[in-house]
């Protein structure tokens, strides 16, 4: 539109030059097309300026919703990006967690088999049976007890049934000369700050409590 409106105003200015130049008899009728033409003018240079005006103001708004959608377009990838970035690292805790539930297992039964070679039989006064110990702790601890003044008599090694935590045994259960019984579990400084080992002595205090002993005491190494 802008470019046909030049057209039409340059083609006036022509006519209007043309005009300038004629003079003859006709003065009065070129003076009339003149005004007609410079009215002409003045009303194309308003359209052109209207025109221009709205051209900018759709230009803007068009502008506008570009820049809006891509602001849009952004948010979304941010929200993508920040979802997958949180999937993954619940997925690397997941792992680690698993990891570390499957390397305590094996430092478990290498404990175990490791215990099993190291198992020291001896005979107490005050032990019932043979008084098997797997490691310094308890081999110290059975000493410690069978010299414990009140002692009557002590088991080792008793096992607790029906735990929810599986298979487990008490070191030692004493029974004392008034009658009452102490309980008496060995463990490795080292290893209390271990969950499972924290969860495998309160499951035996627990049970003891559970059948009124409630003199339940650890025996740790130096």
Not at 35 to 56: D, G, H, K, V, Y
Not at 170 to 182: H, N, W
Request: net charge neutral; proline share 0%; aromatic share 6%.
């Amino acid at each position: 539109m802008e470019l046909i409106l030049l057209i039409v105003v340059a083609a006036l200015v022509i006519v209007l030059l043309i005009l300038s130049l004629t003079k003859g008899n006709n003065q009065t009728q070129a003076e009339q097309l003149q005004t007609a033409l410079r009215q002409q003018m003045q009303e194309n240079r308003e359209e052109l300026n209207r025109s221009i005006r709205e051209l900018r103001l759709e230009m803007t708004q068009t502008l506008n919703q570009n820049m809006q959608q891509l602001q849009d377009v952004l948010h979304k990838n941010m929200l993508t990006n920040g979802e997958l970035q949180r999937q993954k690292f619940d997925m690397m805790a997941r792992q680690q967690e698993s990891l570390i539930k499957s390397t305590e297992k094996r430092l478990d039964d290498m404990r175990t088999r490791i215990q099993k070679t190291m198992c020291v039989k001896r005979q107490f006064t005050k032990c019932k049976g043979v008084c098997r110990t797997y490691d310094d702790v308890q081999y110290a601890g059975a000493d410690y007890i069978n010299e414990l003044d009140g002692v009557k008599s002590f088991e080792c090694n008793v096992l607790l049934k029906g735990l929810a935590e599986g298979d487990y045994t008490t070191d030692f259960v004493l029974t004392m000369e008034d009658g009452e019984i102490k309980v008496f579990e060995c463990v490795r400084r080292e290893a209390l700050t271990r969950p499972k080992t924290a969860k495998l002595l309160d499951a035996s205090r627990q049970f003891w409590l559970r059948r009124g002993v409630t003199d339940w005491g650890l025996i740790v190494n130096e």
